[in-house]
């Protein structure tokens, strides 16, 4: 299991919260793992790091340039391609959960907006109210101090901060799980790489699984996770993931992205062309997790 907090901020300072949380989620994911699927473990560290209120998701989500907030996750197995990404999610803290059960009881692999309310009350999740962090709305009011929506308003849009999991369970299944808030500014309505399966992330019986960060844009026109997918058994995990930064790198220009990446045999690899990626894994051998920022 390999957990990312997301590519486009900077390096976290010393002492940061981020990276105990990133080490917290590595092992409540493990824990999950241990009980049941690749996907629960996915599932568990996302949802644990979207409670957190550290990342740009969940709690912690940024906010578009309206000043509200809109969620986009997805989760997918490499178990018969199954897989589900929700998008404008306004009802729940927990995007995530929503997109399981969309994979597990629709035939979709995508819905977005009011009306994911209703799927919420289907699945039995609680329906809530986002309201911003003091973070987020602090930050809102920085990034639009110098006037309201507009041209130059856009041009500032940012990312960073979103989350992503990606594991492979005792039965040899990877799974790949993404959370976010979007980019900063981001117009109402739009729906990022991370809902979108093959972009934001991919899981393949055959190959392993992927999880991006970054801009979403970039990644969905290169299909980021998927290429990532079809790159790891020639290279494998680290390799794969080296190989798809250079890709979008060398296609879409640096600063656009970051993506972790694990392989049949479990070994993690994680890349980035931003300043910085947060990301903690365990290992196995050693039954330890560890991180890096
Ligand atoms: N990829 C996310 C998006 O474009 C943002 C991020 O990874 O920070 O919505």
Same mark, same amino acid.
């Given at each position: ?59 912690? =989500?940024?906010? %578009?340039? !309206?000043?509200?907030?809109? *969620?986009?996750?997805? $989760?997918?197995?490499? /178990?018969? &391609? ?32 009011g009306s994911t309310v209703d799927y919420a009350r289907l699945a039995g999740i609680r329906v809530e109210e986002l309201r911003p962090s003091e973070a ?40 790949? =799980?993404?959370? %976010?808030? !979007?980019?900063?500014?981001? *117009?109402?309505?739009? $729906?990022?790489?991370? /809902?979108? &399966? ?96």
């Amino acid at each position: 299991l390999i957990v990312h907090g997301g590519a486009g901020g900077a390096r976290y300072p010393k002492g940061d919260r981020r990276f105990r949380e990133l080490l917290e989620a590595v092992e409540v994911g493990m824990a999950a793992i241990r009980r049941g699927s690749g996907v629960d473990g996915v599932l568990a560290a996302v949802e644990y790091m979207e409670e957190s209120g550290a990342f740009n998701c969940g709690r912690g =989500a940024c906010l %578009t340039a !309206g000043g509200t907030v809109e *969620l986009d996750a997805a $989760v997918m197995t490499g /178990a018969g &391609l199954a897989g589900a990404g929700v998008g404008v999610v306004t009802c729940t803290h927990h995007p995530v959960s929503l997109a399981r059960w969309v994979m597990e009881n629709t035939k979709h692999v995508l819905i977005a907006g009011g009306s994911t309310v209703d799927y919420a009350r289907l699945a039995g999740i609680r329906v809530e109210e986002l309201r911003p962090s003091e973070a987020a709305k602090a930050k809102y009011e920085e990034l639009t101090a110098k006037g309201g929506l507009n041209a130059d308003l856009l041009r500032r849009m940012q990312g960073g901060n979103t989350v992503g999991a990606v594991a492979v369970g005792k039965d040899g299944v990877p799974a790949a =799980a993404v959370s %976010t808030g !979007g980019m900063w500014l981001k *117009l109402p309505g739009r $729906v990022g790489d991370s /809902a979108v &399966l093959g972009a934001g992330i991919f899981a393949d019986a055959k190959s392993g699984a992927a999880s991006a960060t970054g801009t979403g844009e970039e990644i969905i026109r290169v299909g980021l996770s998927r290429r990532a997918c079809e790159m790891l058994a020639r290279h494998g995990a680290g390799g794969a993931a080296r190989e798809a930064i250079s890709l979008i790198s060398r296609t879409r220009g640096k600063g656009t992205a970051g993506i972790i990446t694990v392989d049949l045999r479990g070994r993690v690899g994680a890349s980035y062309n931003t300043e910085a990626m947060g990301r903690a894994w365990f290992d196995t051998a050693r039954e330890k997790a560890y991180a890096r920022i």
